[in-house]
């Protein structure tokens, strides 16, 4: 983990440092809150509670955060600075690890900035505040999942472009296999039991439980694992130039 703490800051003050961090932040809040206030018709529906605003979490992540990660590693590649980084006396795992934390701090803020979402209710009814704690909790593992496609792809590619597009391919992947819409058809074709095995991978699927206030230990394990395995992939892959 030599060089985790290096790394992170190297990478975050290179979000702050240019435009980036500052529009990532103001359009995905700009397109929340528009799909939240308008498109989900939040107050056509006499309810206060943030149920039509994380509803949009999964989509608009799997656009947003791969655009977020998309320089981790490809930037690097562009630049000439890869091999340069690689040959430092550091560990991998905290290059990779400083790297993706970084990117994950960025869509932490994202979500900070949207407590007045959560304040607003808060005015306007008595929503459940412990499973919209909740709910935020998961969102931010979430994050760091779909962040994590997008930095192992942004490895394995000296294309900032080509990796989004991959990122956002495995991502919707990950994200409709939970879409009633597929599900349906897939039970058609395959039957109940394989669309049941799908859904149990989609992103929409181990959200739902958080959006019901349920806090499950499955969900965290599955995120976390998730994170996890896509890290590792960024490692090797991150090796291999290391190696080359």
């Known amino acids: ?28 809040l700009l397109a929340l809150g528009l799909f ?10 006499g309810v206060a509670d943030l149920q039509p605003f994380f509803a949009w979490h999964p989509w608009l992540y799997m656009i947003f955060l ?85 930095a192992a792809v942004s490895a394995l590619t000296g294309s900032q472009v080509t990796a989004f597009v991959i990122s956002v391919v495995i991502a919707f992947v990950f994200t409709a296999a939970g879409w009633p819409l597929v599900l349906s058809t897939v039970q058609a074709l395959f039957g109940t039991g394989f669309a049941d095995l799908i859904a149990r991978f989609s992103f929409i699927t181990q959200f739902e439980s958080a959006q019901r206030g349920v806090l499950e230990l499955r969900v965290v394990a599955y995120f976390l694992g998730f994170t996890a395995t896509f890290a590792f992939l960024n490692c090797l892959w991150a090796s291999r130039r290391r190696l080359g």
Do not use: H, Q
């Not at 939240?36 to 529906?45: C, G, H, I, K």
């Not at 803020?109 to 304040?119: D, K, Q, V």
């Open 66 to 150: 791969p655009a977020l990660a998309m320089r981790l590693w490809a930037d690097e590649r562009a630049a000439g600075t890869d091999e340069l980084l690689l040959s430092l006396p550091l560990g991998l795992p905290g290059l990779v690890l400083g790297k993706l934390c970084a990117a994950w701090t960025v869509a932490g803020t994202g979500l900070l900035l949207t407590l007045p979402m959560w304040l607003s209710v808060n005015y306007l009814g008595n929503p459940d505040n412990a499973a919209i704690a909740l709910t935020y909790l998961v969102s931010l593992l979430m994050a760091g999942a779909y962040l994590s496609i997008g």
């Open 1 to 28: 983990m030599s060089g985790f703490t290096a790394t992170y800051r190297r990478e975050l003050n290179a979000y702050f440092a240019t435009p980036m961090a500052y529009v990532f932040l103001a359009v995905f």
């Open 36 to 45: 939240t206030w308008e498109a989900a018709r939040f107050f056509d529906s």
